[in-house]
């Protein structure tokens, strides 16, 4: 049993460091947790279903779903245009914040501003996971095809070490950017950050879109 951990802890890792590549990048997920938990805002809840959904994307990648996705066009195109759509909406609102913030989101304790209810925040946070086509094709496409480098359980072993990458990286960003809350007393700063989301989400969907 040891050799066999020994033999696969290299295998592990791959999964882990390519995921991690992946995902530890400015996106719109990214945003949305980083936002939620400067504002302390159902940090748990978004950190978890973004960990969850990534592992079971993982999951189904692994099983062999990446490859009907990559010979599906209508598939590809239906996630692309609806996730286009929805970033440019999103990034609007954001844009709208940082142009006329009018006390929304100033506050890190969220005293500026009603916080988001729970079912809000969660519906919020299953758009930018399963509307996302980047989210698809990093893990059912590319962490599916990758993993078909190895046989059997091996494969297993590939993905989880991807799944932790993910429960790292989304509970780090979710806590950590507590760490940020001084400098985000400031409705400047909330400012800036919106407008940073609102470019990197107008430049997501373009990009989907060309």
């Given at each position: 049993?040891?050799?066999?951990?020994?033999?696969?802890?290299?295998?592990?890792?791959?999964?882990?460091?390519?995921?991690?590549?992946?995902?530890?990048a400015?996106?719109?997920?990214?945003?949305?947790?980083?936002?939620?938990?400067?504002?302390?805002?159902?940090?748990?809840?978004?950190?978890?279903l973004?960990?969850?959904?990534?592992?079971?994307?993982?999951?189904?990648g692994?099983?062999?779903?990446?490859?009907l996705?990559?010979?599906?066009?209508?598939?590809l195109?239906?996630?692309?245009?609806?996730?286009?759509?929805?970033?440019?909406?999103?990034?609007?609102f954001?844009?709208?914040?940082?142009?006329?913030?009018?006390?929304?989101g100033?506050?890190?304790?969220?005293?500026?501003?009603?916080?988001?209810?729970?079912?809000?925040?969660v519906?919020?946070?299953?758009?930018?996971?399963?509307?996302?086509?980047?989210?698809?094709?990093?893990?059912?496409v590319l962490?599916?095809?990758?993993s078909?480098q190895?046989?059997?359980?091996?494969?297993?072993?590939?993905?989880v070490?991807?799944?932790?990458?993910?429960?790292?990286?989304?509970?780090?960003?979710?806590?950590?950017?507590?760490?940020?809350?001084?400098?985000?007393?400031?409705?400047?700063?909330?400012?800036?950050?919106?407008?940073?989301?609102?470019?990197?989400?107008?430049?997501?969907?373009?990009?989907?879109?060309?």
């Amino acid at each position: 049993m040891s050799a066999s951990i020994l033999a696969s802890s290299p295998i592990f890792l791959q999964g882990f460091a390519t995921c991690a590549a992946l995902i530890i990048a400015i996106g719109a997920q990214n945003a949305f947790v980083l936002r939620q938990g400067i504002r302390r805002e159902h940090v748990f809840v978004v950190a978890l279903l973004c960990s969850f959904s990534d592992a079971l994307l993982v999951s189904l990648g692994v099983a062999g779903l990446g490859t009907l996705v990559q010979t599906n066009p209508l598939l590809l195109s239906t996630a692309r245009y609806g996730g286009a759509a929805f970033l440019i909406v999103y990034g609007f609102f954001a844009a709208k914040r940082a142009w006329r913030p009018g006390g929304e989101g100033l506050s890190v304790t969220g005293s500026g501003g009603a916080p988001a209810s729970l079912k809000k925040t969660v519906l919020a946070c299953l758009a930018f996971t399963y509307l996302n086509p980047h989210c698809y094709l990093d893990t059912v496409v590319l962490m599916g095809s990758l993993s078909a480098q190895f046989e059997g359980d091996l494969r297993w072993v590939f993905a989880v070490g991807a799944v932790s990458a993910s429960f790292g990286w989304f509970f780090s960003l979710a806590y950590g950017a507590r760490l940020l809350a001084p400098a985000f007393a400031k409705p400047r700063a909330w400012r800036i950050l919106d407008a940073t989301i609102a470019l990197v989400m107008l430049g997501i969907a373009l990009g989907l879109l060309i």
